[in-house]
């Protein structure tokens, strides 16, 4: 085939997989957003809150307190993507029978462009920094703390002894850091002293090893932005990468889009492989001709999967 054939093949290629992109993207975000049922505070920041949503159905004919699903939203850790985005998948979940924690957490605002390049983000490109160091850290921890005492005053359906954490691109990243706080440096604020009680993570699309997502340019440099940059990168790595806190010791599963443009596979795959050489099994559930959105997309085979994979580990 001639050269230029070539590259006009490669052109429609590329264009057929960013309309498709588009698309599924569309359809995620096309659900309106579902209130839920209590909101709790588990600090001052207005962001610090939880959505919970009780369970709509029971899971078992016996009925009894339902698995409690902590969910931490994406958005490449940016203030313009909060927890709203992922309410019609909290639903979803609710509706499975699953009790639903919906994770707020503090991201990243808006920068001044030289702020937005010190940050590591294209020089002279203005917008949302991806992240704040440490707040954004401080606030997951600070909500898995809180979660015990929260779901036995406002969810009562609820078993936080059989608690998943799942999340979803950025926020998969925050589900397998929050897995791993007993791995942390010692000097870590974050560390806690043995592993906690989940019954297992569930991290879709996950931003799930800093040095390949680097590498890749994931989200327009997030990884870097979110550590503050390249000097900030290399200190802070060590407390945040979760490719580098294992093994955990705690049932993790990856649910991966093959055609995800947005996270490539090679990051998933890196950390599964980060894993075994760790001495620790990650499942790695690759949905073929599934890209990045899919996985919340309430309205797609896709989120029946995740579904099912937080359903294997609740129980």
Avoid at 3 to 32: C, I, K, L, M, W
Avoid at 92 to 100: K, N, S, T
Wanted: a negative charge; proline letters at 8%.
């Amino acid at each position: 085939m001639p050269d230029d054939a070539v590259a006009r093949a490669a052109a429609e290629a590329r264009a057929a997989a960013d309309a498709r992109a588009g698309a599924e993207e569309e359809s995620a975000f096309s659900h309106p957003a579902v209130d839920p049922d209590v909101i709790a505070s588990y600090g001052d920041d207005p962001d610090q809150v939880i959505d919970f949503y009780a369970p709509r159905v029971a899971l078992s004919p016996g009925g009894g307190l339902a698995p409690l699903v902590v969910v931490l939203h994406g958005g490449a850790w940016r203030a313009p993507y909060d927890r709203r985005h992922v309410t019609p998948f909290a639903d979803f979940l609710a509706r499975r029978g699953f009790a639903v924690a919906n994770v707020e957490y503090r991201r990243g605002g808006v920068s001044l462009p030289a702020q937005a390049a010190a940050a590591g983000g294209a020089a002279g490109g203005a917008g949302p920094v991806a992240g704040r160091w440490p707040e954004t850290f401080d606030d997951v921890a600070a909500a898995m703390d809180a979660l015990p005492a929260l779901v036995r005053e406002f969810l009562p359906q609820a078993d936080p002894r059989r608690m998943v954490v799942t999340g979803h691109s950025a926020g998969g990243h925050l589900a397998l850091w929050a897995a791993a706080r007993h791995l942390l440096p010692a000097d870590a604020a974050w560390r806690i002293d043995r592993p906690a009680p989940l019954r297992g993570v569930v991290a879709l699309a996950p931003i799930a090893d800093f040095t390949v997502a680097d590498k890749l340019d994931v989200c327009g440099g997030a990884c870097r932005q979110l550590l503050g940059g390249a000097e900030g990168f290399t200190a802070r790595v060590p407390y945040a990468d979760p490719a580098l806190l294992l093994p955990t010791g705690i049932a993790t599963t990856l649910v991966q889009g093959r055609t995800d443009t947005v996270v490539p596979e090679a990051v998933a795959e890196a950390y599964a492989d980060a894993a075994a050489k760790a001495g620790e099994v990650v499942g790695l559930t690759l949905l073929e001709d599934v890209g990045h959105f899919p996985l919340i997309d309430p309205a797609v085979d896709a989120c029946a999967v995740v579904a099912e994979e937080i359903a294997q580990l609740a129980w």
